[in-house]
């Protein structure tokens, strides 16, 4: 049986009248896990919870299999954090600062100024290794702070919006980097993201959470697999008929005020429908297809954290 | 492409235990304040006070015995003086329990008090190095998520405010105790001498570690590095200024003054009372001289304001605990 990472009961944490988070119960096994949801969801309370920078209100929560308060350095020592905003040492050069960091976590000086080099490299920074931290750029400050969150080896690595103020080609580089962490060296990585193309471009494991909750936790896999059986047709005339016929086969369908026609034909795959659109001698201008479960939930996250604002 | 291999490697060495990472903190922490052009001039100034208290020890040993080189060059001034000299350091060889423990005792209360100044102003230019940096620049998120715990950081931030003070105040100090005594002229001064060096080192450990706590509460009272300056400044200018006019109005308001409640319990520490009444009572011509001191100013070295002292201090420690314990968190 694989180890858990994670795992949390009643997980809580209550800031002043609000409740960031909510009662968390979650087992995660070893992986690329994405924590997907709205900003002020919950993510980077969750991660901070497990990291003990923040106290946990109730519940409990434990992290590579120890117990989070209870045995704080010495999960410290096998975990790696990249925060989600800038908080370097001032007038510290970028190498310095990551031998500094693996020092911290009780790596030798010389191992320590080997691996921040090596790190710096693996983070594809060049020259600039030896300049300030004060003068870097957002997206030297991002591979910097993911330097210095693995330079220890840790065994799991939790990256708060590690593609926060980042071009596209800055986000693939990164997005990259952190998809080879797991994928090729094997180390856990939970990344946290409010946008759904960075989880689901590097992430096998998804927990979707909004104000303080967890709606979904399952693999990519399943939730992309995951339909309503639902799609939408668009056809330029004889919607009437459509629909008629579609309850004839008690689908249930409506036609929407854009002129499309929803039809809920509860099926795994479209085949039925486009069977039935044969029949009908109907060529339909478009087919979409419902939202797979990992973006239909994505959704419901980010509207209850609109209704909650 | 990459001349050399940027994969990622895997460790597997053996972690450092837990008082090298703290040991990491205070050297980083000490590293930065020496970074300072003008913080690095000033230990180079009180190691050049070092020198010049050597050779004031070396001075007054020299006194200590007849046909001693100063003896001589008094000679060549005035043969009165020369004879005078000869008969005063025929006595205090036969004392010397009195001439060199108690000379040396009264000279380190000195060499203590006034260095104690240029450490407290060190000190303050360093304030912004020990926490109100990181504070500014939220790394201690980062120290936080490291294998270290908020006590080892505090920890580490206390030694390198007292490594700091070691380096401009005690270590100055305890190197002019060193040096003078192997430039005395006899060995038997290293022995006669111990009691001035243990009353510096019990004065130098009790006001670092008050010092060096202060300075953490002071510095982790705000993120600009020019409020807390400012406030180590202001605290120590006022108190200095408050401290003599207290005396006539409200002496408790005294103790306000970090500064003063230093000299109280150096007093305390170094008993200064009583070996000015040993010199008063036993050492020719200088015991006249001695006599001269006023009343009141005997009275207060005798008796200083010990309790006042130790309370006050107690409490602005409390207050810097406080501050730290509020001040210093990840969130």
Not at chain 1, 82 to 94: A, F, L, N, S
Not at chain 1, 158 to 183: A, C, M, R
Not at chain 2, 6 to 27: E, N, P, Q, T
């Amino acid at each position: 049986m694989v180890p858990l990472v994670i795992e949390t009961q009643g997980l809580s944490k209550v800031f002043g009248s609000q409740r960031a988070l909510d009662g968390v119960d979650l087992k995660v096994g070893p992986g690329s896990i994405g924590l997907l949801g709205p900003n002020g969801a919950g993510k980077s309370t969750f991660m901070k919870c497990l990291l003990q920078l923040l106290p946990i209100t109730s519940g409990s929560a434990k992290l590579l299999g120890r117990e989070v308060g209870l045995e704080g350095r010495e999960i410290r020592k096998r975990v790696g954090y990249t925060p989600e905003q800038d908080c370097h040492i001032p007038g510290m050069v970028g190498c310095e600062y990551v031998t500094y960091c693996a020092q911290l976590c009780g790596l030798p000086f010389r191992a320590a100024r080997q691996r921040a080099h090596e790190l710096l490299d693996f983070a594809g920074m060049g020259q600039e290794r030896y300049r300030k931290i004060d003068t870097y750029s957002t997206g030297m400050k991002q591979r910097l702070k993911l330097a210095q969150a693995i330079v220890h080896d840790p065994e799991i690595v939790f990256l708060d919006e590690p593609t926060n103020g980042l071009d596209p080609k800055g986000q693939k580089q990164i997005l990259e980097l952190v998809h080879s962490l797991w994928h090729t060296y094997k180390i856990t990585v939970v990344v946290s993201s409010h946008l759904l193309n960075d989880v689901d471009q590097i992430c096998e494991q998804i927990i979707i959470i909004a104000r303080g909750r967890v709606l979904v936790h399952d693999t990519l896999e399943n939730l992309k697999a995951r339909r309503r059986g639902a799609a939408e047709v668009v056809v330029a005339e004889r919607h009437q008929e459509l629909r008629a016929a579609c309850e004839q086969r008690l689908w249930p369908c409506e036609v929407l005020p854009n002129g499309h026609v929803k039809v809920e034909h509860r099926c795994d795959s479209l085949n039925p429908l486009l069977n039935l659109l044969h029949e009908l001698k109907l060529a339909p201008l478009e087919l979409i297809p419902s939202p797979n479960a990992l973006e239909e939930t994505f959704v419901q996250a980010l509207e209850i954290s609109h209704a909650a604002a | 492409m990459p001349l050399h291999d940027i994969s990622y490697k895997h460790w597997d060495g053996v972690h450092l235990g837990l008082w090298s990472r703290r040991l990491v903190i205070a050297r980083n922490s000490l590293t930065a304040c020496l970074r300072n052009r003008w913080m690095r001039h000033l230990v180079v100034l009180c190691w050049v006070a070092a020198l010049g208290m050597t050779a004031l020890l070396f001075m007054i040993g020299q006194l200590l015995v007849a046909d001693s080189i100063v003896v001589r060059w008094v000679g060549n001034f005035n043969p009165g003086l020369q004879t005078f000299a000869r008969m005063l350091t025929t006595w205090l060889e036969q004392h010397p329990e009195i001439s060199v423990s108690t000379t040396q005792n009264l000279l380190f209360y000195f060499f203590g008090i006034y260095q104690i100044r240029v450490a407290i102003f060190a000190l303050g230019m360093a304030i912004p190095m020990l926490i109100t940096r990181d504070l500014a620049s939220n790394a201690i998120i980062i120290y936080s998520s490291k294998a270290v715990s908020r006590g080892d950081y505090l920890l580490g931030k206390f030694a390198a405010a007292f490594g700091l003070l070691i380096l401009t105040w005690l270590g100055p100090i305890c190197a002019a105790w060193f040096m003078g005594n192997l430039l005395a002229p006899d060995w038997r001064f290293f022995w006669h001498s111990r009691a001035a060096l243990g009353h510096m080192l019990v004065f130098g450990l009790i006001a670092m570690t008050i010092l060096s706590l202060l300075a953490m509460g002071v510095s982790a009272c705000a993120s600009k590095e020019k409020s807390t300056t400012g406030l180590w400044y202001t605290w120590w200018i006022v108190g200095g200024v408050v401290a003599p006019i207290a005396l006539h109005t409200q002496p408790w308001l005294r103790h306000l003054s970090f500064n003063f409640n230093f000299e109280q319990i150096a007093l305390g520490v170094f008993r200064l009372g009583d070996d000015l009444n040993t010199a008063r009572e036993n050492i020719p011509v200088f015991g006249d001289m001695l006599r001269q001191i006023r009343p009141q100013t005997m009275e207060a070295l005798t008796s200083p304001a010990l309790a006042g002292a130790v309370i006050a201090s107690l409490l602005m420690i409390a207050a810097a605990i406080l501050v730290l314990h509020k001040r210093v968190r990840p969130e």
